[in-house]
């Protein structure tokens, strides 16, 4: 899909990963809405680049739902999305303090995987309106949607059971949803990304770094977010990519702690 003119909405937009595809995307041309927290930076981020910003809950389901409709309202289509906001717990199965809890559990799959179906479900909808794309290559294509997935998924460390249950729903849900998306012409793919400059590691000391990217091939340091958007942008020019998650993460392999 070509990116120029297109119409994009940055869930988790305000900072690292998210901010970085943001501002990107911008760069590439695109007319870009950052959707996050309330307490954010993202009207700031947003104004640097000429964009628009929306706070926005994804846990709250039903604000999730108005807010990405008023994110279109403004944009006037929606072409891309692109969902990085997430988190975890440090939480065993089974701890000294008892069974984990299944609150806790259920909080995380809701941030991950359950927000993110819903923003996809409803990126969808919006998506499905759009006069498909007709190239030299005549795709048809419509849309793509673009989550965050994490290499938690497959090699989950002691204690992140619950996150690596919430990111390997993420990217089991790509194919089939993409699948689902297909006579649409919507393409529906995830990043799982091994760690990046983001958040609390971002203040870490070079050694404790140094420690936990012992495990990748090449390069052995943190992951960049502009690294991150790199990829987002390929995905969205090329429509070869399809139903899958994508590892962005130096041939690093988790241990189990």
Do not use: W
Not at 194 to 211: I, N
Request: hydrophobic share 45%.
């Amino acid at each position: 899909m070509e990116i120029k003119g297109k119409k994009a909405v940055v869930f988790g937009g305000a900072s690292g990963m998210g901010r970085a595809s943001a501002e990107l995307l911008a760069a590439r041309g695109a007319d870009v809405m950052v959707l996050d927290r309330s307490e954010s930076d993202g009207e700031k981020v947003a104004a640097a680049f000429g964009g628009g910003f929306l706070p926005v809950d994804v846990t709250d389901f039903e604000g999730t739902e108005r807010a990405l409709a008023d994110a279109v309202r403004r944009l006037g289509a929606l072409h891309v999305t692109v969902t990085t906001a997430g988190g975890g717990v440090a939480r065993r199965t089974l701890s000294k303090q008892g069974p984990h809890d299944l609150a806790t559990f259920r909080r995380i799959l809701d941030l991950n995987a359950v927000a993110t179906f819903n923003i996809g479900r409803l990126a969808a909808a919006h998506m499905s309106r759009n006069t498909p794309e007709e190239p030299d290559g005549g795709t048809g294509e419509r849309g793509v949607i673009v989550s965050t997935s994490s290499i938690a998924a497959f090699e989950g460390q002691i204690g992140q059971v619950a996150y690596g249950a919430a990111k390997a729903a993420i990217a089991g849900m790509c194919l089939t949803m993409a699948r689902d998306l297909g006579s649409l012409g919507i393409r529906v793919l995830a990043i799982a990304p091994s760690l990046f400059e983001t958040g609390a590691v971002r203040s870490l000391a070079d050694e404790a770094k140094a420690a936990l990217v012992q495990g990748a091939a090449f390069p052995k340091r943190l992951g960049r977010p502009e690294e991150y958007a790199k990829l987002v942008l390929a995905i969205v020019d090329n429509p070869m990519l399809n139903g899958q998650c994508l590892r962005l993460d130096a041939g690093q392999r988790f241990a189990p702690k």
